[in-house]
């Protein structure tokens, strides 16, 4: 049995996501979606909002099941008995940073392969931070993200009143 995991802040989480972790549980028998609840970068979104988000996102899949972790990835993949990290890949800088990534993982344990899916063209502009830029911009973001997902973001822009944490400056030139 192959266990893997896709893990990631998903802040929030979008379609370029559910793509990557949905096509990857045709090559695994079990996939984890690891939500990283440590990372050092602003956040829109609490790790116990984006782990909620998460869980509704895969709550009809049954080969996805979403935890939260605060390790390094390579350790939480060695400690939770996964075989691979999956990762996905957008453009030509996405791979340089994940192919140094994998080398070090490889590097702490030799063990735990990386499996890169190449992002579907319809996802390749997507990120997170795309997301979040154009829905504090009251940008509509509803093919971008699940329903939910689109929900929340209406929701936290509309408490945050123009005080975002996120530079704007690019879509509003």
Do not use: C, W
């Amino acid at each position: 049995m192959i266990k893997a995991i896709f893990p990631g802040t998903f802040d929030p989480i979008h379609n370029g996501h559910l793509d990557i972790a949905t096509r990857a549980t045709k090559l695994v028998d079990e996939l984890v979606l690891a939500v990283y609840s440590r990372p050092m970068k602003n956040l829109l979104f609490s790790g116990e909002e984006r782990l909620a988000l998460a869980v509704e996102a895969f709550a009809d899949n049954p080969k996805i099941h979403v935890e939260s972790y605060d390790s390094l990835t390579i350790e939480f993949a060695r400690e939770i008995n996964a075989h691979v990290i999956v990762r996905g890949l957008r453009v030509f800088s996405d791979f340089e940073f994940e192919f140094r990534m994998a080398l070090a993982n490889t590097e702490l344990h030799p063990g735990i392969e990386t499996m890169a899916l190449i992002t579907s063209k319809e996802h390749t502009f997507l990120s997170s931070s795309t997301v979040r830029e154009i829905a504090s911009l009251g940008g509509d973001v509803s093919s971008m993200v699940p329903a939910h997902v689109n929900q929340a973001l209406i929701k936290k822009f509309s408490g945050l009143k123009g005080d975002s944490p996120f530079s704007t400056n690019s879509l509003r030139d």
